[in-house]
């Protein structure tokens, strides 16, 4: 290998970190895959030796931020050490709701990601499934209440963190919280 070689991996890693910071700062419509290549110092060809296109590329960034922050919250739930369901679903949407308003541009991204890139990947669900299941409900009943949670409090962050409505987070999160809990009664 000469020194201006690179391994596939690093140049992918380059890729996805140039895409990251750039959805992030202007948005997934405004990032074209010749600016990601630039910012990852590569060909724009480059780029397509990995991706199919920028929305393949969108579709593991939104995962692989989708997936930091689940995991986030599940940890801070466990550690909380939640005795029922209802108060394990409230703790967990209460570390998302506060790391959701803290970083609003993850938000953005992981909202306007775009119709495939949505965090329903069962990978990353699994252990939040596992936390949250209700006793003697099947596992599509489980899926299914939390899929119903997820998307009631990712919308509901996202009207109030970015667009202020119906009013600022500090002001809808307790109701938030109250409706999440009732959803794990």
Excluded at 27 to 43: F, H, K, N
Excluded at 118 to 129: Q, T
Excluded at 137 to 161: G, K, P, W
């Amino acid at each position: 290998m000469t020194v201006t070689e690179v391994p596939r991996d690093q140049k992918r890693a380059r890729i996805e970190a140039a895409a990251t910071a750039l959805f992030l700062q202007k948005g997934v419509a405004q990032t074209s895959v010749g600016e990601i290549a630039r910012a990852a110092s590569v060909a724009k060809g480059t780029f397509y030796l990995y991706f199919k296109d920028k929305q393949a590329l969108v579709d593991k960034v939104v995962a692989e931020k989708g997936g930091e922050t689940l995991c986030r919250a599940v940890e801070r739930t466990r550690q909380a050490g939640c005795v029922d369901r209802p108060a394990a679903a409230a703790r967990f949407c209460e570390c998302l709701i506060d790391f959701y308003a803290e970083n609003p541009s993850i938000l953005r991204f992981i909202v306007r990601g775009g119709p495939g890139a949505e965090l329903h990947h069962r990978e990353l669900l699994a252990p939040l499934e596992e936390l949250l299941a209700l006793p003697g409900e099947s596992a599509e009943q489980s899926r299914n209440r939390l899929m119903v949670m997820l998307d009631f409090l990712v919308t509901a962050c996202y009207r109030s963190i970015v667009e202020g409505q119906p009013a600022a987070i500090e002001v809808i999160k307790p109701l938030l919280l109250q409706t999440v809990a009732g959803i794990y009664r």
